[in-house]
Nanobody
Framework: VQLQASGGGLVQAGGSLTLSCTAS????????MGWYRQAPGKQRDLVAL???????RYSTSVEGRFFTSRVNANNTVYLQMNSLKPEDTAVYYC?????????WGQGTLVTVSS
């Protein structure tokens, strides 16, 4: 399973950005998909998770500002990020679970300037 994320970049505080990530390979439908982020010098933290069926869940730091969705037909997950803050600056990683294994994308950098 390969995960390819895109959509990172530089944005001013208060702005919006959308990330996308597609899982590919010899796969049918992946399981849960999600986003984590890692700021410089910090551990990797959960941002949002979304099951193939059911409601997403978010970390408290982004709830109400970030929204995740997915298109099961093409194994793609999105992260709509609104009202961005400088503390949202991090490398964002998408992930998925397939056949009991975790798979991670390469990460995409989001920089929020004040």
């Amino acid at each position: 399973v390969q995960l390819q994320a895109s959509g990172g970049g530089l944005v001013q505080a208060g702005g919006s950005l959308t990330l996308s990530c597609t899982a590919s390979g010899s796969i049918l439908s992946v399981g849960i998909m999600g986003w984590y982020r890692q700021a410089p010098g910090k551990q990797r933290d959960l941002v949002a998770l979304i099951p193939s069926r059911g409601s997403p869940r978010y970390s408290t730091s982004v709830e109400g500002r970030f929204f995740t969705s997915r298109v099961n037909a093409n194994n793609t997950v999105y992260l709509q990020m609104n009202s961005l803050k400088p503390e949202d600056t991090a490398v964002y990683y998408c992930m998925t679970v397939y056949s009991g294994e975790d798979y991670w994308g390469q990460g995409t950098l989001v920089t929020v300037s004040s």
